[in-house]
């Protein structure tokens, strides 16, 4: 409005619109014919609200602007920038010798005291080079920062050991590496999700190779996915064809003699050393009578002809549930003949 050329009178009735709270409070208790002129309006005006003027720093303030310790060159003169701008009639040589004196001690100062740069282009020319050098040394140390913390993670990958998941593990017949090999064709497991597609070339030992994971870096018994994985199959029970061969049978031992140990299958199963010894041992031969030939009726008179020996015809009586069994010299001595039953398996029975 004052551009325009509006007169006092306009200003004066204009100025209250712009006024709220206590400012237009301070207005309307102003005495009725008191303001004659807009500048002694203004002036009234900036007396009473002086507390809440904004403060405008001089020259003086710009000697209170230091760079600070571990402040960038760059981050220093953005800073005293902005606070000189709000410098009304700053002098530029006064603008150059508070900038120059509040430096942090260094190379630069050291440069800018031998230079003496005459203005404040001159000055800003050298800041330049140094920002730049400043920014460059900075890149650098973020590159040697991150190389370090890959190398940390890289290191930290190649060191990390799976633990086996497993405290004792089956002895099988073949190779880890033939039976893996063999579920893979057979479809009883599948292979790792991008199995060999994340092969890290470096540092990698391409004599050692993991058929599970198809890589090169480890063996297949040196795998304890692998290990743990076939000791599962294991004890479900789908890999029995690879643990027969180890299975050992007890036979008979002399006294003092123990038997086999058998090779535990699980943490779960108890081991041969935990059972007692045997107090003696009952031969059996199974497999069906073939007594008197091999008709059914010469079986059948051979067995009546045993019934009448031994006493068949006797009273029968009421078997107890556990029988006792006991023989004798004489059950050695039969005149019964033709015992020809066949020998088809023999068992060891171990009486604890």
């Not at 709000?86 to 430096?103: G, M």
């Not at 391409?206 to 076939?230: I, M, N, P």
């Amino acid at each position: 409005m004052i551009v325009n050329g509006a007169s006092d009178t306009v200003l004066c009735r204009c100025f209250p619109n712009y006024l709220d709270d206590p400012t237009l409070d301070w207005l309307c208790a102003l005495p009725a014919g008191s303001i004659s002129r807009f500048q002694q309006l203004a002036k009234l005006f900036e007396d009473h609200f002086a507390g809440s003027a904004i403060y405008l720093y001089d020259s003086d303030y710009l000697n209170t602007i230091k760079q600070g310790q571990n402040e960038s060159l760059k981050d220093y003169m953005t800073r005293f920038t902005k606070d000189a701008i709000s410098i009304p009639d700053l002098h530029p040589e006064v603008h150059l010798h508070a900038i120059k004196s509040e430096l942090r001690p260094g190379k630069f100062q050291e440069t800018i005291a031998v230079s003496k740069p005459k203005t404040l282009a001159e000055f800003r020319e050298k800041a330049k080079g140094q920002i730049d050098i400043e920014e460059l040394r900075q890149a650098q140390k973020f590159d040697k920062t991150n190389y370090r913390d890959k190398e940390k993670v890289h290191n930290s990958k190649k060191n990390f050991k799976l633990t086996p998941r497993f405290d004792s593990y089956t002895q099988f017949n073949a190779k880890r590496e033939d039976i893996i090999k063999e579920i893979l064709n057979s479809k009883l497991i599948k292979p790792p999700r991008k199995a060999g597609t994340y092969q890290d070339t470096k540092h990698v030992d391409k004599s050692k190779y993991c058929a599970f994971h198809q890589k090169h870096g480890h063996t297949t018994d040196e795998c304890v996915v692998a290990k743990d994985l076939l000791e599962r199959l294991a004890r479900q029970g789908h890999i029995d064809k690879y643990i027969g061969g180890h299975i050992q049978k007890r036979t008979p031992t002399s006294a003092g003699n123990t038997p086999s140990e058998q090779p535990s299958r699980g943490k779960d199963k108890p081991s041969s050393t935990q059972y007692d010894q045997p107090r003696g041992i009952i031969n059996c031969i199974s497999g069906g009578g073939a007594s008197g030939g091999s008709s059914n009726s010469a079986r059948k008179r051979s067995f009546q002809t045993i019934y009448s020996v031994e006493g068949a015809q006797q009273d029968h009586q009421l078997i107890p549930q556990f029988p006792q069994m006991t023989f004798t010299q004489a059950d050695f001595k039969s005149n019964i003949q033709n015992l020809d039953d066949p020998v088809s398996s023999q068992f060891n029975w171990e009486i604890y």
